[in-house]
């Protein structure tokens, strides 16, 4: 069982930058591949990044690469997602999910595990 916690969510202006956090329990954190999607009032829910268990690998959305980074702290239990020249269409709620398998966070909207989600919005 993984509990995963969002934070680090909040208002910003468009250009700003944000920092979420995702800490996970369990002490089986470094076995799962990590993934941050987001889901905009009246769309569907897409994929944004993800990494694999190692932080060996990471993938982005084509619409977040070059601004966006992910990383994670095994030592920590917590993968962040580093937001950089925001813009309002990156307003969403960004959730972290966890998975054994890397390829289905990146090619599906599943996952094992869920956090409750951060609000992100960005203002123009």
């Known amino acids: 069982q993984v509990q995963l916690v969002e934070s680090g969510g909040g208002l910003v202006q468009a250009g700003g930058s944000l920092r979420l956090s995702c800490a996970a329990s369990?002490?089986?954190?470094?076995?799962?591949?990590m993934g941050w999607f987001r889901q905009a009032p009246g769309k569907e829910r897409e994929f944004v990044a993800a990494?694999?268990?190692?932080?060996?690998?990471?993938y982005y959305n084509d619409s977040v690469k070059g601004r966006f980074t992910i990383s994670r702290d095994n030592a920590k239990n917590t993968v962040y997602l580093q937001m950089n020249s925001l813009k309002p269409d990156d307003t969403a709620v960004y959730y972290c999910?966890?998975?054994?398998?890397?390829?289905?966070?990146?090619?599906?909207?599943?996952?094992?595990?869920w956090g409750q989600g951060t609000q992100v919005t960005v203002s123009s």
């Open positions: 369990g002490r089986t954190f470094s076995s799962y591949a």
């Open positions: 990494i694999s268990w190692s932080g060996g690998s990471t």
């Open positions: 999910a966890a998975d054994r398998r890397t390829i289905v966070l990146v090619t599906t909207t599943s996952g094992e595990y």
